[in-house]
């Protein structure tokens, strides 16, 4: 497993009081020395060291579900897309595959959608990701059920690359029922990636990890597309589509929705879609009748634009 003296410290940092994300990327440029480390904790060397030093078991206990650690400060940790604000930037990833796919120099495009896509959003997904997987792209998604399974299985079919981030420890697969794709992402390849090493400490601290996890599907995705999604309801089905969508527009990541008007006009499950496409003229629309076009334009390096046809 790999893991540097500047990961265990960030780490064990992080165990201290009132030292999140936000505070260690304002405060800390990693392989800070620990003098200083100790000064800015108001803590000493023992206590420092007894909690390193658990962290570290802990650690190598999950030598066989993890590759490695890498957190600010790594040669190998990756830069993330777009203008964030320090409580947004991750600190430390814990990896199992190939952690160079998330390299900034690649081509990343997030795949989301709903838990329970019907036939044609399935058909529909799986059409536009062929497109795109055509270009070298890489698939990211959250390997949940319904279009994430999806937008993962298209990419592996396709002899394609694709990353899952996950909300949970890379020992405690989430949800269960994809553990079989987890494993297949990275023989083949691609890329499981997760913020946290131990179980979560409440159901409520679970609920958070998943909204957490929204924003890394855009933070390291020159692109998100919806594939389908409910509007806001009071049964959440919409939840994790909207937070990916909707801190790609705080972060300044190029969106696009999977939408006909003729097609999907009176299907519920792209309420969404339809919502995003209303609020902002940005927003890149694909649809069957001219996918070529809109997917080179969803993959260009450019500022974004809204497709019409």
């Given at each position: ?5 500047n990961?265990l410290n ?22 800070d ?35 490695g ?21 991750p600190?430390?990833l ?15 495009i997030?795949?989301?959608g ?10 529909s ?54 553990t ?58 919409d ?26 006009k ?44």
């Amino acid at each position: 497993m790999k893991y540097t003296e500047n990961a265990l410290n960030i780490l064990t940092t992080r165990t201290f009081p009132r030292r999140g994300p936000a505070w260690i990327n304002s405060n800390l440029k990693g392989n800070d020395d620990v003098d200083t480390l100790y000064d800015l904790l108001e803590t000493t060397e023992y206590e420092f060291q007894k909690k390193r030093d658990r962290i570290e078991s802990i650690i190598n206990n999950l030598d066989d579900f993890i590759d490695g650690v890498v957190v600010i400060g790594d040669t190998a940790f990756p830069k993330t897309r777009g203008d964030i604000k320090p409580a947004d930037k991750p600190f430390a990833l814990f990896y199992k595959g190939d952690i160079n796919l998330l390299s900034i120099n690649k081509t990343n495009i997030a795949v989301i959608g709903v838990l329970n896509p019907d036939e044609k959003v399935a058909l529909s997904e799986r059409m536009v990701t062929s497109e795109i997987l055509k270009y070298g792209a890489t698939i990211v998604s959250g390997l949940a059920l319904g279009c994430d399974t999806i937008a993962h299985n298209t990419a592996l079919e396709n002899n394609g690359k694709t990353i899952a981030i996950l909300p949970c420890s890379l020992n405690s697969i989430l949800p269960k029922e994809n553990t079989a794709l987890a494993n297949r992402i990275v023989e083949q390849g691609g890329l499981l990636v997760s913020e946290y090493f131990e179980e979560p400490h409440s159901r409520n601290e679970m609920i958070s990890r998943f909204i957490v996890r929204d924003r890394l599907q855009a933070l390291f995705s020159d692109a998100v597309l919806l594939a389908a999604s409910y509007a806001p309801n009071n049964q959440g089905n919409d939840c994790g589509s909207r937070h990916a969508m909707g801190k790609a527009k705080e972060y300044g990541i190029k969106r696009a929705v999977i939408y006909n008007e003729l097609k999907h006009k009176d299907n519920s499950m792209y309420d969404l879609n339809r919502q995003i496409l209303r609020e902002d003229r940005s927003v890149i629309r694909i649809d069957s009748t001219n996918m070529a076009e809109s997917v080179k334009r969803l993959l260009a390096k450019e500022s974004t634009g809204r497709l019409s046809f």
